[in-house]
C-alpha cells in the first residue's frame, strides 16, 4: 500500500455480509466472510474517490467458510 499510495479500509458488518453474498453467488468459491472482506472495500461508496471509471482492481478471496457442517 505504501508504495501504491493505497489506502486501508474499514467497513460494518452489512457490508461484509453484502460482499460475501456477491462473491459466493457470482464465483461458486466458498469464500468466507473474512476472505472475501477485501470486496466490501471495493463496494464501500467512498471508495470512488480512489479507482477511476475502466481502472482494473484485483480482489483477493484468502480464506474459505469453514462452518460446522
Same mark, same amino acid.
Given at each position: ?10 467497513? %460494518?458488518?452489512?457490508? !461484509? ?11 461458486? !468459491? ?8 477485501? @470486496?466490501?472495500?471495493? @463496494?464501500? =461508496? ?7 471509471? %475502466?481502472?482494473?482492481?484485483?480482489? @483477493?478471496?484468502? %480464506? !474459505?467458510?469453514?462452518?460446522? =457442517?
Amino acid at each position: 500500500m505504501l508504495r501504491s499510495e493505497g489506502q486501508a479500509r474499514v467497513v %460494518g458488518e452489512e457490508m !461484509i455480509s453484502r460482499a460475501n453474498r456477491l462473491a459466493r453467488t457470482h464465483t461458486g !468459491i466458498d469464500v468466507g466472510h473474512t476472505g472475501s472482506a477485501g @470486496l466490501a472495500g471495493l @463496494l464501500d =461508496p467512498s471508495v470512488t474517490e480512489f479507482v477511476d471509471r %475502466g481502472q482494473a482492481v484485483v480482489v @483477493l478471496f484468502t %480464506g !474459505i467458510d469453514r462452518h460446522d =457442517p
